[in-house]
């Protein structure tokens, strides 16, 4: 069954969203504020990925991507909030690029397998004539869009707030840059000494199946998000937050791991009636 494209999924929550705001509107003793915002991203996480079977009857091991440091994006937002005399409801447009640092080892891998990360050699081989120990780093790249619907509560009349709920995320472009480099192994029945790998790069789009295979992403995904807030000088807004993709943000089920998101931005109120 064909599933819904991204503009209609994008439209769906987008309507979804405004209902749930114009619920709230209709209270009485109620105030309406709009602004918009901007500032950092700052991801972390890790992922397993199982071994895949590969067309020349060889496979990639199972390879353990670590963390490799926080990645630094950027985020800017037009948001809206509907406060009445107990609590407040927010509702925001966010455009994000979510960076990812990971490292991985792999001690053995056949070198008709290695291929999969750029290694080549000057001649064919069979499968199981020469093996090689790679050390992998890879940077992605997601751009999202983001619609987070939070329910919060302030004090000190609105200097302190907190807040919570959850967000849909929409991935329209998604890269990785990965390097390469280790050493392939010497086979003293064919008289090769071996040879040490340097810096190979490559670039794959995660969107698309063809180049990404099994890290292939989705491009429509839940998060939840939890945050806090400090209002400043009336108008000005202080922000941290911290946000997880459920259900992880691969296409295939069987890559199992952890994507973790934190935000700290600066806003300002545009309008308050």
């Not at 037009?78 to 640092?101: C, G, M, P």
Request: hydrophobic share 40%.
């Amino acid at each position: 069954m064909k599933q819904p494209n991204l503009f209609f999924k994008m439209n769906f929550w987008g309507l979804t969203c405004l209902v749930f705001l114009g619920a709230l509107t209709a209270q009485a003793q109620s105030t309406t504020e709009l602004g918009i915002r901007g500032g950092a991203t700052f991801s972390h996480g890790y992922a397993v990925i199982p071994t895949q079977s590969l067309a020349q009857g060889t496979e990639v091991p199972r390879i353990r991507n670590t963390n490799n440091g926080i990645g630094v994006g950027y985020l800017g937002s037009v948001w809206i909030r509907k406060k009445s005399d107990r609590f407040f409801l927010q509702a925001e447009v966010n455009y994000s690029t979510l960076f990812l640092k990971q490292k991985a080892p792999i001690e053995r891998i056949d070198v008709t397998a290695a291929t999969e990360f750029g290694v080549s050699l000057p001649i064919n081989l069979p499968p199981g004539t020469l093996f090689a120990s790679l050390n992998t780093t890879s940077e992605s790249t997601l751009n999202t869009i983001t619609i987070p619907v939070y329910v919060g509560k302030e004090w000190q009349e609105g200097k302190w707030r907190a807040y919570g709920g959850p967000t849909f995320l929409f991935t329209h472009k998604a890269e990785a840059i990965r390097n390469a480099s280790g050493i392939v192994g010497p086979n003293a029945s064919i008289n090769f000494p071996g040879y040490t790998i340097t810096n190979i790069t490559d670039r794959i789009d995660l969107t698309n199946a063809e180049q990404a295979g099994i890290l292939q992403v989705k491009n429509f995904n839940f998060g939840i998000e939890v945050g806090a807030g400090l209002t400043l000088l009336k108008r000005l807004e202080v922000d941290v937050r911290y946000g997880l993709p459920i259900g992880g943000v691969f296409n295939d089920s069987g890559i199992t791991g952890f994507v973790g998101y934190a935000t700290l931005t600066l806003g300002y109120k545009l309008v308050n009636f």
